[in-house]
């Protein structure tokens, strides 16, 4: 068992692009973080700098206790899946998970116990004889990880290990890795750019962009609490509404206006903002259709004409317009909206976020 440390660390390939600038990051033994973050945001390049895969320019990386900046990755003790699992095709699923502690020269009985609870834990059992191309995606996946699991390893490391499965085995296999890792109570490192994998999966989730990591905390406090418009926009599904709002003096407080929204907010922080243009973002779930929402909002209502409509099931997602930004709003399905309508919106007041246009970083929330 082990955590891992990042000190300072750089990585700079060697066509002299740095891809990662100066990353801190301190992932507890046993925890279980995703790394999420745009395609290019580094995310593979700091797993492979753990599994020793790559090197690291400047800085110290530690496993446990140990600097491990030159150890090689065999002796690093952790056991890597990548999203092509890359099993052996010629070889059966007991060689597949095997194999790794036959090149050990680990006992056969050893190698047989192992395999044999791998393959329980992860209902392999009747596949055990046949090859990797008489199984399916979800199947593949799982010898994949019954490779990792077989050698005990302080750290499991999975880059996008579930892109290539459809909807129905992905959202099978996200459970199926979150209890595996709860069974083994070993540290897991998991890269994703799938939000939802992220905040069903993660004890803590990593936002990565350009190789900075923009917040690293538990995926309630990323949703409720994101430090930025990147974050905000990042977590959430669907993303999060963003509004350009005027700042007013009103009375003792003060008034966001957005389109034909009075947001009261009283917060001192908007003292130097009177004038000025910030940014709201209001999440889809916090709109709300319903009469005592909108009797509550008072003037914290938008008037909606509604661009595009899909059914959920439970409920329905409502497209529209505000000043040219893009608009979702989530109401229950008994509401009958369609395209074209013209509804009005209330805004949960205590549920938004409000950004700096500039910087992008949270004002208030
Ligand atoms: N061997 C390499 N040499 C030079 N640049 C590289 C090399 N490998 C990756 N990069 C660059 O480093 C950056 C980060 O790549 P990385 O693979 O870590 O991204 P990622 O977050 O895993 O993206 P994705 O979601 O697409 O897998 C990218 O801009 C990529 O082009
Ligand atoms: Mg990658």
Not at 64 to 93: C, E, W
């Amino acid at each position: 068992m082990a955590g891992i440390r990042f000190e300072h660390v750089e990585k700079t390939y060697d066509n002299g692009v740095t891809v990662i600038p100066d990353l801190n990051l301190e992932i507890k033994d046993k925890e279980f973080v995703v790394l999420v973050g745009p395609s290019g945001c580094g995310k593979s390049t700091t797993l492979r700098m753990i599994a020793g895969l790559e090197s690291i320019s400047d800085g110290e990386l530690y496993i446990g206790d140990r600097v491990v900046n030159d150890v090689a990755p065999k002796n690093r003790d952790i056991a890597m899946v990548f999203q092509s699992y890359a099993l052996y095709p010629h070889m059966t699923v007991y060689k597949n998970m095997a194999f790794a502690l036959e090149l050990r020269k680990t006992p056969k009985d050893v190698i047989d116990k192992k395999v044999r609870e791998a393959a329980k834990i992860l209902e392999l059992e009747p596949y055990l004889d046949r090859k990797p191309k008489a199984l399916s995606g979800g199947q593949r996946q799982r010898v994949a990880l019954g490779r990792a699991m077989v050698r005990d390893p302080q750290v499991f490391l999975l880059d996008e290990p579930l892109s290539n499965l459809d909807a129905k085995l992905r959202t099978e296999m996200r459970s199926q890795i979150s209890s595996l890792h709860q069974r083994l109570q070993t540290t897991f490192v998991y890269v994703t750019h799938d939000q939802t994998e992220a905040m069903t999966m993660g004890d803590r989730i990593c936002v990565m962009k350009d190789g900075i990591i923009q917040q690293f905390d538990t995926p309630q406090e990323l949703y409720n609490n994101p430090a930025n418009m990147f974050v905000a926009g990042f977590i959430g599904s669907p993303q999060m509404n963003f509004m350009s709002a005027k700042v007013e003096k009103a009375g003792s407080g003060y008034l966001l206006i957005a389109d034909t929204a009075k947001v009261p907010v009283s917060d001192e922080k908007f003292a130097s903002y009177v004038g000025k243009e910030v940014v709201l973002g209001v999440r889809p779930e916090d709109l709300h259709i319903e009469e005592n929402a909108l009797a509550k909002a008072g003037d914290a209502v938008l008037n909606a004409h509604i661009d595009l409509d899909e059914m959920m099931g439970s409920e329905i997602y409502l497209y529209f317009n505000i000043q040219g930004s893009k608009m979702i709003a989530r109401i229950p399905s008994k509401y009958q909206v369609r395209l074209g309508d013209d509804v009005k919106l209330a805004i949960d007041t205590d549920k938004i976020h409000v950004f700096d246009k500039d910087t992008e970083e949270i004002i208030y929330q």
